[in-house]
């Protein structure tokens, strides 16, 4: 009996190393997982998605479901794992204020690591993206600061962006960047810790940040959307901001998650959204400055109803065109080119229509009710 239990021991001990490879860097053994699903094309897209403080790379894998959306989308993932500080815990060196003394270079290891999965992989070496929760979305503005010539858009969940860090921002590029945040959240404050009170560093409300990034890109315009409120048991719901009209095409979106907490919506919290499609969808617009044109292909295609409750219908003078569908999780459960499309026994949420026409693409969210 004691054998068969350390080889259990041993079994699951094996299999926790396994999923996890080996990168050097700077003398370290840094470590990663790394995904892609079979039949990858070449140049194809790259995900880093990053765990926040205390976490671990294989908690955000299981519950942000980006491995289901790269099979959907055709695109590899990476979750990078941060190391352990004087305190035992699993992070990003953004500057907290209670690591004065930590000198490893994330910005670096993150830089060298995607340099590497891109030659190995024949991944693309200008569409690399990066994602992550809480102290992983204070590393996405790390690299939008320090490594924009690797990574070509970042999509924060429940990050901040420390005071010191906007002081010494100095981009070799602008990109476009996408915020994720509840306005309940007790950690990292939705309206800020100018003092740095909570422990972590002086640092701007969510808006302000937001702000900081819209004048850098010379944005000129500006949206508001409250986005459907499709469970109403959440005690929340989601309105979209939208900085745009700037001189690179870049664009700086917020999702105000309002009455959220420190959550990733989609996996906890609010359940209107599914955050990594959000941001897939966010990364695939940023990809050849394709946000700037997404709405004047959109008003090619009117799309009724929405909400619908039975049948959706694509109206287009177009006639030369595909779509897909895709359920809340990110799943592809309907495909062709008719145009209408019988949901009636598809059960209620958010769904995502991806509609394919003269080498360009548009992304419709379509309510179920």
Sequence with gaps: MKEFLLFIILLFSFQLSAQYTTFQHNGENRQYIYYQPDNLEDNAPLVFVMHGYTSDASVIRNYSGMNDIADEEGFAVCYPRGTVDNYGNRFWNVGYDFHPNETVDDVDFLKELANYLQ?????????????????GGEMCYMLACQASETFRAVTSVAGMMLQEIINTCSPENLIPIFEIHGTSDYINIYNGDPTGSGGWGAYPSIPETIEYWS?????SSFSSEN?????TNDGSYVVKERHYDSDNGNE????KVVGGDHDWPGANGNMDINSSYEAWLFFELSMNNSLSIENNVLNEFYITPNPVKEKIVIQSSLTDYSYVLYDPSGKKIKEGNESIINVENSSNGTYFLKIFSENKTITKKIVKQ
Aim: glycine share 4%.
């Design 227 to 231: 986005l459907p409120n499709i469970n």
């Design 119 to 135: 030659n190995e992989n024949n991944l693309s070496t200008t569409n690399t993206f990066a994602t992550g929760m809480s102290n």
């Design 215 to 219: 004048d850098l890109n010379n944005c």
């Design 252 to 255: 700086i979106w917020l999702y």
